[in-house]
């Protein structure tokens, strides 16, 4: 028995006081709004509200967003086996649950949060269209025949729209679940980094002389486990000239062995906004993979007047221009250092640099933009499901 009218027993509205489309954003937990704006008070990110998607910036749309209920007890025995059988959190959305039935249309972030709602939708009827965004799924080390890729494939097949960053990645989903796969491109808040760049721009530039006795800076940061800090700690052995920052909360702490790396595993936003500022590039090495890995810390570079120097593919090129020249095929060392001296060189910055510039605004690589493309496969899976009803009627 669908739970939706008892729901409307409760006193929930079928329809928006307002006219306007309700969106849920069903984010994992630990994401939710409150939870957002405390780490934001604190410092730790740079926008008030999740990934920067303030509701008052879509006029159009009634959006909401997932709460956080930290279980204890049976609960959350429950939960950590849940997680650990199918890899995905069930009882996050089964909290949620009057949430979503307050929603029209659900957009979740990763693969932790679509795959339970399907999940869940096989049991709880009348549930609202999802926009399932997917980003590890698709990788190739995950097309096997494990459950939870198994499950996942049997899941995603029935949302209304699958969403992903990259055309490399949209197009191994698409052949691995049988249907079509929307591309959004993320984006980032680049005001931050902006306001800081009058420092980022300065030829001279500070170089934390107490801490990295006066070597050229070089930035390295990212949390996802695409990093390829082997091949960072191969770079740094090879450049002992430069001083590496390493801003991540993954990174291994045995990388501080190497005397001209520091790991800087608790850096609020504020830490890493000063670091950008006083950074001469930023390297980003990547273990292979097809979801644009290492694209928010690209993507901060670029805001910040720092060039980046990144591993090829992966879908990260398709954000930037042909003409870049920051993109190192392989691991080989020698490139890497090469490339690096590029980057610090003055005219090299210089090419960088205007490669880049405007990048993020021409393009809508910013939180709205991103928002406004998620929107749009929110309408996209609006009119699937009406669709889908009418043939059923």
């Known amino acids: 028995m669908s739970i939706y009218p008892r729901l409307k027993k ?11 489309s309700r969106v849920l954003f069903l984010f994992e937990s630990g994401r939710s709004e409150s939870t957002w704006k405390k780490r934001f008070l604190n410092g730790e990110v740079a926008d008030e509200y999740p990934y920067g998607l303030d509701p008052k910036s879509f006029d159009d749309w009634s959006i909401s967003f997932a709460r956080d209920y930290f279980t204890s007890g049976i609960w959350s025995l429950l939960r950590r086996a849940l997680r650990k059988t199918v890899r995905t959190d069930v009882i996050h959305v089964l909290f949620n ?15 932790d949060t679509c795959v339970a709602y399907l999940l869940i939708g096989r049991f709880f009827r009348n549930l609202p269209p999802i926009v399932a965004q997917v980003v590890w799924a698709g990788e190739t080390q995950n097309l096997n025949v494990s459950l939870q ?8 097949r029935s949302a209304e729209v699958v969403v992903t960053h990259s055309t490399l990645n949209a197009a191994a989903l698409s052949q691995w679940l049988g249907r079509p796969v929307q591309v959004a491109q993320y984006g980032i808040d680049p005001s931050p980094f902006l306001r800081n760049r009058k420092f980022a721009a300065d030829s001279k530039r500070s170089h934390l002389n107490a801490e990295v006795n006066s070597a050229p800076v070089v930035i390295c940061a990212g949390n996802d486990p695409q990093r390829d800090w082997d091949l ?15 801003c991540s909360r993954t990174a291994p702490i045995t990388l501080n ?3 001209n790396i520091s790991v800087i595993s608790n850096a609020r936003f504020s830490d890493i906004i000063n670091i950008y500022a006083v950074s001469h590039c930023s390297v980003i090495p990547l273990k292979e993979n097809k979801h644009a890995s290492g694209l928010t810390v690209a993507l901060e570079s670029t805001a910040a007047g720092v060039p980046f120097v990144a591993t090829s593919g992966g879908g990260l090129e398709e954000y930037f221009s042909n003409s870049y020249r920051g993109f190192i095929s392989g691991d080989c060392v020698e490139d890497w250092s090469r490339a690096i001296d590029y980057a610090i060189s003055s005219d090299g910055r210089a090419d960088l640099l205007e490669s880049s510039s405007g990048l993020i605004y021409d393009r809508e690589l910013t939180n709205i933009g991103y928002g406004k493309r998620m929107l749009a496969c929110a309408s996209d899976a609006l009119s699937t499901a009406d669709s889908v009803k009418s043939e059923e009627a």
């Open 10 to 20: 409760w006193g929930y509205s079928v329809q928006p006081s307002d006219g306007r």
């Open 97 to 111: 649950i009057r949430s979503i039935y307050k929603s029209d249309v659900v957009i979740s972030h990763t693969e």
């Open 149 to 156: 890729s198994r499950l996942a494939r049997f899941s995603l």
């Open 232 to 246: 960072l700690r191969e770079i740094a052995v090879h450049r002992r000239d430069l001083s590496f920052l390493v």
């Open 257 to 259: 062995d190497q005397v």
